[in-house]
């Protein structure tokens, strides 16, 4: 796994042009595993930019995540 300290401090693994996966030899179940021996918390989400697949979950996680912070700013400020 290249880069393991930056999958460690992540909380979200996108995964883009997943549309090209079964063109290409890209195992997405061997990258999310490799991925969560360094991080087992880390969320998965793959997209295509091409396609638009994905893009959904992958704006709900945005939601989500401004939500929780704006809710955490709000408690410190009180």
Known sequence: L???DMFAASSLMLINKIDL???LD???AK???YARRVNPNI???TVSARTG???EAF???IRKRMAATASNAM???E
């Open 2 to 4: 290249k880069y393991p």
């Open 21 to 23: 996966a079964p063109v």
């Open 26 to 28: 890209f195992d997405l």
């Open 31 to 33: 990258t999310v595993e």
């Open 43 to 45: 969320e998965v989400l």
């Open 53 to 55: 697949e994905g893009f």
């Open 59 to 61: 704006f709900a996680w």
């Open 75 to 77: 408690t410190a400020a």
